[in-house]
T-cell receptor, first 117, second 112 residues
Framework: EAGVVQSPRYKIIEKKQPVAFWCNPISGHNTLYWYLQNLGQGPELLIRYENEEAVDDSQLPKDRFSAERLKGVDSTLKIQPAELGDSAVYLC???????????????FGPGTRLTVL | DAKTTQPTSMDCAEGRAANLPCNHSTISGNEYVYWYRQIHSQGPQYIIHGLKNNETNEMASLIITEDRKSSTLILPHATLRDTAVYYCIVRTSGDSNYQLIWGAGTKLIIKP
């Protein structure tokens, strides 16, 4: 079974430039997450989708970050314009169904390492 | 803020059991404890989770104290490939909008 696919794996841009990350979740997984991970820290949730609906975007800095999940499958996370402090690893994860009384583990992709110069 | 406290780093000899402690003294009665690990340059990987009872799977065992204020992840026969950062996480309550609040984790180094 193919895992969560993310691209690109690495991205270097200058500040004020736009950047986009793409995620293809595991087939059949309804829930999709975008996380940000700074060096030496655990992941921080940016946004969670149930199918095509963003059900939790409270941690997404909406002045510069946006995300979409058209057709409830692939997802794109965009930053415009990027700032120096956005340098981090951006992780995408998916799980089989929305959270309920029984936990559904999250399957993570390898992440995209963003460097803003 | 993370609801768990873990040592920053630990060493363990290859072939021995690795015991990773976690403190979650403010855990609520309906909150689960989860463990993930993250090998260098990879995304996190689910290991195990539990509520009250001890749990075991093919990767590890999870021992939760009776008062649920702490737990220990046990890797019974550590190998070099178990070198990773291990995260102990408490799931926030509320099924409809739960989150995993991640701390900084424990960097476990398995030595030959």
């Amino acid at each position: 079974e193919a895992g969560v696919v993310q691209s690109p794996r690495y991205k270097i841009i200058e500040k004020k430039q736009p950047v986009a990350f793409w995620c293809n979740p595991i087939s059949g997984h309804n829930t999709l997450y975008w996380y940000l991970q700074n060096l030496g820290q655990g992941p921080e949730l940016l946004i969670r989708y149930e199918n095509e609906e963003a059900v939790d975007d409270s941690q997404l800095p909406k002045d510069r970050f946006s995300a979409e999940r058209l057709k409830g499958v692939d997802s794109t996370l965009k930053i415009q314009p990027a700032e120096l402090g956005d340098s981090a690893v951006y992780l995408c994860a998916s799980s089989p169904r929305r959270g309920g009384s029984s936990y559904n583990e999250q399957f993570f992709g390898p992440g995209t390492r963003l460097t803003v110069l | 803020d993370a609801k768990t406290t873990q040592p920053t780093s630990m060493d363990c000899a290859e072939g021995r059991a690795a015991n990773l402690p976690c403190n979650h003294s403010t855990i609520s009665g309906n909150e689960y404890v989860y463990w993930y690990r993250q090998i260098h340059s990879q995304g996190p990987q689910y290991i195990i989770h539990g509520l009250k009872n001890n749990e075991t799977n093919e990767m590890a065992s999870l021992i939760i104290t009776e008062d649920r204020k702490s737990s220990t992840l046990i890797l019974p026969h550590a190998t070099l490939r178990d070198t990773a950062v291990y995260y102990c996480i408490v799931r926030t309550s509320g099924d409809s909008n739960y989150q995993l609040i991640w701390g900084a984790g424990t960097k476990l180094i398995i030595k030959p």
